[in-house]
């Protein structure tokens, strides 16, 4: 199974900021990788695919980078609704496997 | 629209037996993938398995090969998830999501499986 590693777990930042989140492959997956945003109790949402391509009706401010096995998602000027737990995940190949995830909290 | 209805909470007790469905709306149900992935309380994503409605070819995680079947019934374009033994530990919230070539790209809502004596 290919193992993914996000860091960091958790972060705290303010209304306005830039972040960004780190996601590790155990091994290359052609940029066959996926970012989603779930806010507590609901389901996730999809925001990336393909790397760095946005779903449709996906606001500009998140952005995807990365190839082989580094990739990141930049959320640009943070507010309230952004606010959320980020999950990676590569579908390469079968399984299919999430990153921990990164939880994204208020400062 | 595309959507994804899924079937609702449910409570039950250690060694019962159990099928939750999710049922594709708006889009040909046939001609995409639909997976399952497993939410503990408290916890990340797990990705169970997945299914191809059109001729019911199945993969499922080595985590979850066994414990769980994943069928689908195209006459009524639901997917299904069940156990036949449930444990304290299947404990979770189930998500199933509609995949174009393994891609989630909508989700249903959730269902919220409780085992407890």
């Known amino acids: 199974d290919i193992q993914m590693t996000q860091s ?16 590790r492959a155990s091994q ?3 940029n066959y990788l996926a970012w989603f945003q779930q806010k507590p109790g609901k389901a996730p949402k999809s925001l990336i695919y393909a ?57 | 629209e ?7 909470a449910e409570v039950k007790k250690p060694g019962e037996s159990l099928k939750i469905s999710c049922k594709g709306l708006g889009y040909k149900f046939t001609s995409y993938w639909i997976g399952w992935v497993r ?39 639901t997917a299904f998830l069940q156990w036949s033994s449930l444990k304290a530990s299947d404990t ?8 174009s070539a393994r891609l989630p790209d909508y989700w249903g809502q959730g269902t919220l499986v409780t085992v407890s004596s």
């Open chain 2, 39 to 77: 939410q503990m309380p408290g916890k990340g994503l797990e990705w169970m398995g997945i299914i191809y409605p059109g001729d019911s070819d199945t993969t499922y995680s080595p985590s979850f090969e066994g414990q769980v079947t994943i069928s689908a019934d195209k006459s009524t374009s």
């Open chain 2, 92 to 99: 979770a919230m189930y998500y199933c999501a509609k995949h």
């Open chain 1, 8 to 23: 960091p777990s958790s972060l705290s930042a303010s209304v306005g900021d830039r972040v960004t989140i780190t996601c």
């Open chain 1, 28 to 30: 290359g997956i052609n």
């Open chain 2, 2 to 8: 595309v959507q994804l209805v899924q079937s609702g």
């Open chain 1, 51 to 107: 790397a760095s391509s946005l779903q449709s009706g996906v606001p500009s401010k998140f952005s995807g980078r990365g190839s082989g096995t580094d990739f990141t998602l930049t959320i640009n000027s943070l507010q309230p609704e952004d606010f959320a737990t980020y999950y990676c995940q590569q579908y390469n190949s079968y399984p299919l496997t999430f990153g921990g995830g990164t939880k994204v909290e208020i400062k």
